[in-house]
């Protein structure tokens, strides 16, 4: 079993950075793909960006040249990196591998 914790969630204004962080338990993180989604109110859950053990990483069309995802296997952390945020990038932004997903933590773009 996985267990998955982000962080790094909060209010921005548009324009502003954040970055997310998601440490996962066990030791096989870094074999494990992982992703970003998120969830915006009344809107189904969607892939952000995801990247391979190997460090192959793919985005949505939304955020390409935005956000940057990256993982330090050495602390079993994923990053997303979000520049330049807009407010319809205010969702609750989760961290999944395999069949597991953290719990979310909100990010709120104000215009």
């Known amino acids: 079993q996985v267990q998955l914790d982000e962080s790094g969630g909060g209010l921005v204004q548009a324009g502003g950075s954040l970055r997310l962080s998601c440490t996962a338990s066990g030791s096989v993180f870094r074999i494990l793909h992982m992703n970003w989604y998120r969830q915006a109110p009344g809107k189904q859950r969607e892939l952000v960006a995801r990247?391979?053990?190997?460090?192959?990483?793919d985005y949505a069309d939304s955020v390409k040249g935005r956000f940057t995802i990256s993982r330090d296997n050495t602390q079993n952390t994923v990053y997303l990196q979000m520049n330049s945020l807009k407010p319809e990038d205010t969702a609750v932004y989760y961290c999944h591998t395999i069949v597991y997903w953290g719990k979310g933590t909100l990010v709120t773009v104000s215009s």
């Open positions: 990247i391979t053990s190997g460090g192959d990483t």
